[in-house]
């Protein structure tokens, strides 16, 4: 089974930049699709953006568009989350997952299987 650790976190002021990573192992033909996620104590843990194995974005949070890129280097099988732009209400855990079942790639949580730990963001102003 896959298995993914999310690194890049940190502190940031306001309007400045940050690249989260998400190395995975045993990765297989089978993750078809892969994302990124965000929570914040008392609340959902929300879709940020996902994208298929092709390289294709299939979603993109609206209160993150224009500021945040998904992207994937297959060769090192690392995912990559650049955030732009931050602020303060982008402080949250961020999580990356892995959807290996079924063919469907959207920004809902329900629908991965596989979880990093998680790297926690926090910006400030």
């Known amino acids: 089974q896959v298995q993914l650790v999310e690194s890049g976190g940190g502190s940031v002021q306001s309007g400045g930049s940050l690249r989260l990573s998400c190395a995975a192992s045993r990765y297989t033909a089978s993750t078809l699709c892969m994302g990124w996620f965000r929570q914040v104590p008392g609340k959902e843990r929300e879709g940020v953006a996902a994208i298929r194995s092709d390289g294709s974005t299939t979603y993109v949070a609206d209160s993150v568009k224009g500021r945040f890129t998904i992207s994937q280097d297959n060769a090192e099988n690392t995912l990559y989350l650049q955030m732009n732009s931050l602020r303060l209400e982008d402080t949250a855990i961020y999580y990356c997952?892995?959807?290996?079942?079924?063919?469907?790639?959207?920004?809902?949580?329900?629908?991965?299987?596989?979880w990093g730990q998680g790297t926690r963001v926090t910006v400030s102003s």
């Open positions: 997952a892995a959807k290996t079942r079924g063919f469907s790639c959207s920004g809902s949580p329900l629908l991965f299987d596989t």
